[in-house]
Each structure stands twice: as structure tokens, then as C-alpha cells.
């Protein structure tokens, strides 16, 4: 079983940033990728942003250039760094990572991030 614990969520101005924090109950070496899905308000959860464990990263076009997504090897831990936020940026962020040798997939509780002036 692997727990992902999120913090730093909030509410900010628009404009303003963020950083979200997973902390992963395994070594990130046991991970194939991690990675920040969003779900806004009465819509579907969405991709955000993934790392691999070969450190390949994905962004979702919407957030590209704005959001950078990190790794802390040493901490087991995923960050989410969020610029220049935008209103349609408010959802509940997850977590979401998936094991090296089951492939299994684990979720975090999540956490709100609202914008709004």
C-alpha cells in the first residue's frame, strides 16, 4: 500500500502562485511516474502533469509554460510548482502515482486550490 500525502493548497489571487507537495510512503525509485490531475468544479478529473521515473515530463497544453512539475529524490516527494494562476485554474488537485513492478495505481486524498480575486 502507498500513501501520498498533498499540502499546499489555498486560496490565491489570480496572477499569483503555488506550490503543491506530494510526499510518497515509498522511495520514488520503486515509482514509475507521478504525477497532478485536477478536478474543476462539477467537470471531469484531467491530466496536469507527470514525471517519470527516466524523468520524462508531461504538461497538460493548458498549463504549459506556467506550471513546472519536480522531484525531490531524497525526500520521495513530487512538487507542483503553479505561476501566474488563473481563475480556471480552481479545482481539487490529486496526486496520482503508479509502482514500478506491480503497476499498481495509488491516489491522494487531494487538495483544494482556488483563484479568485
Known amino acids: 500500500q502507498v500513501q501520498l500525502v498533498e499540502s499546499g493548497g489555498g486560496l490565491v489571487q489570480p496572477g499569483g502562485s503555488l506550490r503543491l507537495s506530494c510526499a510518497a510512503s515509498?522511495?520514488?525509485?520503486?515509482?514509475?511516474?507521478m504525477g497532478w490531475y485536477r478536478q474543476p468544479p462539477g467537470k471531469q478529473r484531467e491530466l496536469v502533469a507527470t514525471?517519470?521515473?527516466?524523468?520524462?515530463?508531461d504538461y497538460a497544453d493548458s498549463v504549459k509554460g506556467r506550471f513546472t512539475i519536480s522531484r525531490d529524490n531524497a525526500k520521495n516527494t513530487v512538487y507542483l510548482q503553479m505561476n501566474s494562476l488563473k481563475p480556471e485554474d480552481t479545482a481539487v488537485y490529486f496526486c496520482k502515482a503508479e509502482t514500478r513492478f506491480t503497476s499498481r495505481q495509488y491516489w491522494g486524498q487531494g487538495i483544494q486550490v482556488t483563484v479568485s480575486s
Open positions: 515509498l522511495s520514488i525509485f520503486s515509482i514509475n511516474y
Open positions: 514525471i517519470t521515473r527516466g524523468d520524462t515530463i
